[in-house]
């Protein structure tokens, strides 16, 4: 899963251009696309999704900086 996962986020990413965390904002197309992404594939909590139990942003964050896609990029 996690091979899947990579691919497609590092998709979405380089498609919005990103090569740092810090530019995935709230509202921004990239987020948009990336909270679609881990929604429609049910690894984001409902609890999250909705706000009620954490921040979408932070969870959506985490799970990129997990993947170590930006990091590969960094020489």
Known sequence: MIDIEHK???QILDKHNIRFIDDI??????YESLY???LNAGE????VAKCRTGDPCEWICDQ???LKILN???V
Do not use: F, Q
Not at 25 to 30: A, D, L, R, T
Not at 44 to 47: F, I, K, L, T, V
């Open 44 to 47: 984001m909590p409902y609890g």
């Open 64 to 66: 990129v900086e997990n």
């Open 72 to 74: 590969e990029e960094i």
């Open 36 to 38: 679609e992404y881990y």
């Open 8 to 10: 497609e986020v590092k």
């Open 25 to 30: 904002e709230v509202g921004s197309g990239v």
